[in-house]
């Protein structure tokens, strides 16, 4: 079996006391793509922020293991973790403009990432930089360097921030909802750059969004996350043709984008909300929304039950054999 570049496992997350990651794990290995999906608010950002050390005031890692090609991320200096973000790890956001330096230009602030992740500078920096640009499709590479963020559309802007992650040659790249700001067309040629970055450099791929359909056809493998805990994980074709946990199967009976999966007149809310952090009792968190709910499973966290090869689900009906 081929070894993980990034291996999670059991990472739990406390902000004042208030459980918001209640034992994460999962694996990517390289030249893999794994989506992390859920509604906003289920951990899935957090769960990226809490592996870079990069966690708000207030919140600290309770349990769990961050490895990063072997080498333990929890519990490393500040000035090892500043090697690995932008350098072994590259990072993706969802709001390139808001991320951008708005008074430095786009190729200066690509430039400092060479300098910082691998010591270049002068000619060398540049024809880096040129590379990068074009390997990203901005091929206008001079008028593009010299620009500010704002003389860019939404869509450059993204690639921009691409070519800044690419920088520091990664091993991982984390796109955390990369295409949220931008329309359809452009949305999908940024999945489909980074899905080509991913086979032509062997990067392993962490994928996050609340939307199933970026998801599809993207990813080898989806975890799916509710209130701060993985409650299925599986082979992509098997989340979207074989669901088992009642939110996955509500996830894409709600979700507009799955042609053949959802159709639209079939199209169905999820009751109710999210719990408060912390606030999903001693059961399941989704007891209080699933229609298969019994009385069990607001009492009793359930194990993981492993149905195939890969596919595994944290419900009751599985454990207990309803």
Known sequence: MQSPVLAVDGLAVDIRGAAVLGG????????????????????KSMTALAILGLLPRGAQVRAGSVRLQGQELLGASEAALCQVRGGSVGLIFQE????????MRVGRQIGEALRLHRGLRGGAQD?????LLVEVGLTDTERVARAYPHELSGGMQQRAMIAMALAGEPVLLIADEPTTALDARIASQI???????????????????HD?????????????????????????AQVFTAARHPYTAALIAASPGLAGVAPKSALRDIPGQLPPPGGGGSGCAFAERCALARPACSQ???AWTALATDHAVRCLQYEEGW
């Not at 999945?191 to 969004?209: F, H």
């Not at 998801?215 to 082979?235: F, K, L, Q, S, W």
């Open 24 to 43: 994460v794990s999962l694996e990517i290995a390289a030249g893999q793509a794994l989506g992390l999906v859920g509604e906003s608010g289920c951990g």
């Open 96 to 103: 390139p403009g808001a991320c951008l330096d708005p008074v």
């Open 212 to 236: 199933l359909a970026v998801i599809g056809g993207r990813c080898d493998r989806v975890t799916v996350m509710y209130a701060g805990r993985a409650v299925e994980h599986a082979p992509a």
């Open 127 to 131: 024809a880096v930089l040129r590379d």
């Open 300 to 302: 009793r966290l359930p």
């Open 191 to 209: 999945l489909d750059l980074l899905d080509r970055l991913r086979r032509d450099r062997g990067l392993a791929l962490l994928l996050i969004s």
